[in-house]
């Protein structure tokens, strides 16, 4: 790990536990947030689909 | 090694943000009239939507009210941490930093045009971008630090919603679904100087050009009057062309009686006038009691309206007004 003597000037501060833990679960929020984009884009396009082979593309 | 950092620029996160401040970030509040008058548009609309896709549009137009609020937090954050009214809000707070706050804006808003576009058509999706980018920069970005008629015209964004629900299911924008955007947009102004009577201080000292605070409490309280005559002749726009029915046009004159003497009330008052008491969003003097209740009152009218018009459409419970 590097020394905190040797950080650059303008180097940002090291997060804080608790601040370390937060970027987790928010990173673990926008995993899941994608998933579930992934899926409604995914069900939206075949339900829609099959509405439209059903009505001979209309 | 690597070493994980934390965002020390200026507004840059000083707290570790919850998911609260996230879901508060998306304006709940806002987002709960949005999806109920999109849904009253959607409902009244003459088509019928696949149940799923009427859901998904709903939620896409949920999605992108809370996109358009938070690029609103971004944008407004230095004057929102001078507003008591505002300063708890997430950003000003340092618990999301500003630029956080814009990512997650712009991208919520271009998820939430995408899901529209994908679960109804490309007129919905069209209004629904609109309606962001005239909540995000026609409003918040030039009108509401430049001019006392920013409510005025900004209001319209917070006017689309009916409008949108209503092309999700017909692909259309008819005169019905432009009755139901004119019935927001006339009432915002009496809505928000309502309030703006008895927070002047609060726009006061962030600088922001309200009515009462640029026109001064007096010419408010005559505008408030005025629009109030437009909204109430606006809301009878749906008898005459059959979309409202007897619950509709029993909200439009028992409701309107009651919003047009609170209106009345609020003209003769002196709200205003002074605004010493200001530390509580309820907290009023006595002489402005009356613009808060034209305020509170509003909401209510206003949802009043639609639920009338949900209830017509979506359970059957339309009656054509006879002689209309």
Known sequence: MTDPEDRRPDAPAPLTPEQESARKRRNVWIFWALIGFIVLIFVTTVVRLTGNIATGGA | ?324
Not at chain 2, 154 to 165: E, L, N, Q, R, T
Not at chain 2, 233 to 247: I, K, N, R, S
């Open chain 2, 1 to 324: 090694m690597t070493e994980t950092t934390v965002d020390t620029k200026p507004g840059g996160a000083a707290k570790a943000a919850s998911p609260g401040d996230y879901i508060a970030l998306m304006k709940p509040r806002v987002m709960t009239l949005v999806v109920f008058t999109g849904v009253a548009g959607l409902v009244a609309a003459p088509a019928v939507m696949h149940p799923l896709m009427a859901v998904l549009a709903v939620f896409a137009l949920a999605v992108g009210a809370g996109a358009a609020g938070a690029l609103n937090m971004a944008y407004d954050s230095d004057i929102d941490a001078v507003m008591k009214r505002t300063r708890r809000r997430p950003v000003p707070l340092g618990l999301i930093p500003r630029s956080e706050a814009w990512t997650f804006g712009g991208v919520f808003a271009l998820g939430a045009v995408l899901l529209m576009a994908l679960a109804s058509n490309y007129v919905a999706a069209g209004l629904l971008a609109f309606s962001i980018f005239f909540y995000a920069v026609i409003y918040t970005m030039w009108l509401k630090r430049s001019t006392p008629q920013n409510i005025v015209i900004g209001g319209a964004a917070g006017a689309f919603p009916p409008m949108i629900g209503w092309a999700a299911a017909t692909g259309e924008i008819t005169l019905d679904s432009v009755l139901l955007f004119l019935i927001i947009f006339l009432w915002t102004p009496p809505h928000s100087w309502a309030l703006a009577l008895y927070k002047s201080g609060d726009y006061s000292a962030a600088g922001v050009p309200m009515m009462p605070v640029a026109k001064g409490a007096k010419s408010t309280r005559r505008q408030i009057m005025g629009y109030t005559v437009l909204y109430l002749a606006a809301t009878a726009g749906p008898l005459f062309t059959g979309l409202g029915g007897l619950a509709y046009a029993g909200a439009v004159a028992l409701g309107g009686a009651i919003f047009f003497g609170l209106a009345v009330r609020v003209l003769m008052s002196r709200a205003g006038d002074a605004n010493a008491a200001e530390d509580e969003l309820y907290a009023v003097r006595a002489g402005d009691k009356a613009a808060r209740d034209l305020f509170a009152y509003s909401i209510a009218h206003l949802s009043l309206l639609f639920a009338a018009l949900i209830a017509e459409h979506g359970l059957g419970a339309h009656m054509a007004v006879p002689g209309l």
